[in-house]
């Protein structure tokens, strides 16, 4: 799986869009990226994937450059329940096992 | 929404029993995994079953055993806690064929003295 860099951390005040990046220039072509969070103390969560295309769900909005070596996570509107750890990964669909996260991105929400 | 539950959120053992973490999933998924997470060393997968009474070694699978005796309970077995198993452990289910969604429990925080 193609090796993923993000931000250590990244502070954003409460109500604007938080915009997490994250760069995975050695993907290929039939690797997803996926974006997982975890809030202290709890499971990570599952937030969304893509392989192309933009996506969104009711928790973000997922924006993939056209040459796919990069991509950012949108959290429209970040309440501080936002507050987390969240990673970035590339995976190969339809038969991968194991979640393996690197270090993330620290996000924190200020009132 | 898919929900995971784990039998205890906190657990202290003594070195040398026998522990037991249960995990139950709701989704009527067919994948279950089993990781453990420590500091600096990220999420490590100990074993995964991909149907009932199936199960497949993960990257750590010394010291543990795994049951899946029904399709949304999976169960995890240290058979001889050690200090060294003292961990987050987490419980996570995904469909057949979408392996990467991945919907984890709240983890059990389990202290080995």
């Known amino acids: 799986d193609a090796k993923t860099t993000q931000p250590t951390s990244m502070d954003c005040a409460e109500g604007r869009a938080a915009n997490l990046p994250c760069n995975h220039s050695?993907?290929?072509?039939?690797?997803?990226v996926y974006w997982y969070r975890q809030i202290h103390s709890q499971g990570p969560q599952y937030i969304i994937h893509g392989l192309k295309n933009n996506e969104t769900n009711e928790m973000a909005s997922l924006i993939i450059t056209e040459d796919r070596k990069s991509s950012t996570l949108i959290l429209p509107h970040a309440t501080l329940r936002d507050t987390a750890v969240y990673y970035c990964i590339v995976i190969l669909g339809q038969g991968a096992q194991k979640l393996v996260f690197g270090q993330g991105t620290r996000l924190t929400i200020n009132p | 929404d898919v929900k995971v539950t784990q039998s205890s959120r906190y657990l202290v053992k003594r070195t040398g029993e026998k522990v037991f973490l249960e995990c139950v999933q709701d989704m009527d998924h067919e994948n279950m995994f089993w990781y453990r997470q420590d500091p600096g060393l990220g999420l490590r997968l100990i074993y995964f079953s991909y149907d009932v009474k199936m199960k497949e070694k993960g990257d750590i699978p010394e010291g543990y055993s795994v049951s899946r005796e029904k399709k949304e309970r999976f169960s995890l077995i240290l058979e001889s806690a050690s200090t060294n198993q003292t961990s987050m452990y987490l419980c996570a289910s995904s469909l057949w064929d979408v392996k990467e969604t991945q919907y984890f429990g709240p983890g059990t925080r389990l202290l080995v003295l």
């Open positions: 050695t993907i290929s072509g039939n690797e997803y």
